[in-house]
């Protein structure tokens, strides 16, 4: 069973850092796209910022110059490391990645974390 498990959300002022962490456990053949997404009360998800296999990056506007994506092929892990935070950053965070396995190849969702910024 392939799970996909997030840590290191939480709460801080404007103008703090948080990293993000998502650890891909389970049977699998290869990972492909590996993302982080975000979701605000009342808004549609969001892609915040993505890696693929073939090393291309990809960061929405908003978050340009202050995420940074990172991957670790070797462990299937990705980090999301976030600074100048701004309280419009206040949203559940969530780790995606495109998995094949031995019966199929599909997005995998982790839990979401929340990540909240006070003004």
């Known amino acids: 069973q392939v799970q996909l498990v997030e840590s290191g959300g939480g709460s801080v002022q404007a103008g703090g850092s948080l990293r993000l962490s998502c650890a891909i456990s389970?049977?699998?053949?290869?990972?492909?796209?590996m993302g982080w997404y975000r979701q605000a009360p009342g808004n549609p998800r969001e892609l915040v910022a993505s890696s693929t296999s073939g090393d291309i990056i990809y960061y929405a506007d908003s978050v340009k110059g202050r995420f940074t994506i990172s991957r670790d092929n070797a462990l299937n892990t990705v980090d999301l490391l976030m600074i100048s935070l701004k309280p419009e950053d206040t949203a559940v965070y969530y780790c995606?990645?495109?998995?094949?396995?031995?019966?199929?190849?599909?997005?995998?969702w982790g839990q979401g974390t929340q990540v909240t910024v006070s003004s």
């Open positions: 389970g049977s699998i053949f290869s990972v492909n796209f």
């Open positions: 995606t990645a495109n998995i094949r396995t031995r019966w199929d190849t599909r997005q995998y």
